[in-house]
């Protein structure tokens, strides 16, 4: 995954591009990146490395060496951008969020008859901003090239330029799978992947872009250059995961989503009659607690946090390539508060379960401290495609989903022919695929939120909404 901020005014933007990009650290934990224009020196740029360090760490001394009226700034979980570009439209900054899963298919249609060559990371990969900015360079103009590059890829791509000269161009992705939001202030616009990094800079919200949209941004303007498309499926997982909870998409605001995600899971288990003997409902921190916070509303049961993340000096969990490291790391950062877990009944609600590893380190933890029993509600359903439009988990393959993983075990590859079946809970194959992951990470209990319950907490017509990861639908 990954964000982007972008400012264009009449005065110098680097610093609101610096904290407006800071405000993405959430979407991404290997690259930062700044580039900025001003008249005097063109286009500048600087990238780091912040896996071992936040980004303002490693960006502390930019306003010593860059300045602009207009800049832009990304967050990568890939890639480092913006990367600068010379070619036949001018020179122009680029950074990229998303994904593209045909590239080599790209290059060998599109560019092996030019002659031209790109750079290869370590792993031979070529670096898919390097490659969207060849293919918006092939055609006459941003608007045309952006449609082209866009229309070829398969995959994801949200666009943001700085062009040598000053204004921005910015892209939604063309199904509007990620947000992209433009804002203003008395000298100036801002475009944002995130609404509240705007609002805390003092600039007010103008619009969002619809799904495949793209503007020309200037002090005074934001010029239209290709309409929207009427499509949109927009990643449903903004609200449930990896979304900000200050953050609001489409006019739906992250938080109060969750809370409602809770209250209806509450609602479900209320029926069931599964919850009776819980003493505590508790959020596996950060993204689980405010579902966490909707569900003890809606059953009136105490709400409890019974370890605390101590978060000063560790990095985020999930920052360590392997994979050992991270679970280490999370269970290092997890302080028990000893009076709520000894000999308590305990229901946690996590936003997802994708391959349990740390979940199974939790679990653990808590029964080690005492808990006499933890009860486990997912806030999004089953998981059971990886992502191919965003590829916003580290899952390398299918198997690795603890979904899959425990189908295969149940049923071999045949189960994969019953992923609906498996998925439901009423069904049997459902409450095998429930008792077995029980069994392998010890929960009391295991449910997930049903695709209904989430879609009605998220609020939007569901032909609007992007839910592959769970059904499988493209």
């Not at 060998?108 to 898919?128: E, N, P």
């Not at 499509?231 to 998409?249: D, V």
């Not at 809770?262 to 599964?274: H, P, R, S």
């Not at 990886?386 to 899959?404: D, H, M, N, Q, V």
Request: hydrophobic fraction near 35%.
């Amino acid at each position: 995954m990954g964000g982007f901020f972008g400012a264009v005014a009449t005065r110098d933007v680097l610093s609101d591009v610096f904290f407006g990009t800071d405000y993405h650290s959430h979407l991404g934990t290997r690259r930062g990146g700044l580039a900025a224009y001003n008249d005097k020196t063109g286009l500048q740029r600087e990238i780091h490395n912040i896996e071992n360090s936040p980004f303002r760490t490693k960006f502390e001394d930019i306003f010593d060496e860059m300045s602009g009226f207009a800049a832009i700034g990304c967050i990568s979980d890939s890639d480092p951008q913006p990367l600068l570009i010379r070619s036949r439209l001018g020179n122009f900054a680029i950074c990229v969020i998303g994904c593209v899963n045909n590239a080599d298919e790209l290059i060998r249609h599109y560019m092996s008859d030019q002659g031209g060559h790109f750079m290869a990371m370590t792993s031979g990969k070529v670096d898919q901003t390097e490659l969207i900015a060849a293919l918006i360079g092939s055609r006459a103009s941003f608007a045309e090239g952006i449609r082209f590059a866009q229309s070829v890829i398969e995959g994801t791509a949200s666009i943001l330029i700085l062009k040598e000269g000053g204004s921005l161009i910015a892209a939604r992705d063309r199904l509007g799978r990620l947000p992209v939001a433009i804002a203003r202030a008395e000298d100036g616009h801002c475009v944002s992947f995130e609404s509240f990094a705007y609002e805390k800079l003092g600039y007010a919200k103008e619009r969002e872009l619809g799904p495949g949209e793209i503007v020309e941004i200037t002090p005074t303007e934001v010029i239209q250059l290709s309409p929207p498309g009427e499509e949109m499926k927009i990643c449903s997982f903004l609200w449930s995961y990896y979304g900000y909870s200050t953050s609001s998409y489409e006019g739906v605001g992250v938080e109060t989503m969750r809370y409602r995600n809770g209250a209806i899971m509450a609602e479900q288990d209320m029926k069931d009659g599964t919850i009776d003997d819980v003493d505590y409902v508790c959020g596996v921190p950060d993204s689980g607690t405010p579902h966490a916070i909707g569900y003890a509303n809606r059953s009136q049961k105490h709400f409890a946090r019974p370890f605390i993340k101590y978060t000063p000096t560790w990095p985020r969990s999930f920052m360590p390539a392997n994979q050992k490291e991270r679970n280490r790391i999370a269970k290092m950062k997890q302080v028990p508060v000893h009076e709520l877990i000894k000999d308590k009944n305990l229901l946690f609600v996590d936003d997802s379960i994708v391959r349990g590893t740390q979940l199974r380190e939790t679990v653990e933890f808590l029964y080690d401290h005492g808990a006499k029993s933890v009860h486990m509600r997912s806030a999004c359903p089953p998981i059971m495609y990886s992502c191919k439009y965003l590829k916003f988990s580290r899952a390398t393959s299918e198997l690795e989903l603890i979904t899959r993983s425990t189908i295969m075990e149940l049923e071999g590859e045949a189960g994969f022919e019953h992923l609906d079946e498996y998925s439901d809970a009423s069904t049997e194959r459902g409450q095998k695929m429930r008792r077995a992951i029980c069994e392998k990470l010890k929960f009391e209990s295991l449910e997930f939120q049903s695709l209904e319950g989430l879609i009605k907490a998220i609020g939007l017509p569901p032909c609007k909404l992007c839910t592959y990861c769970w059904n499988g639908k493209e």
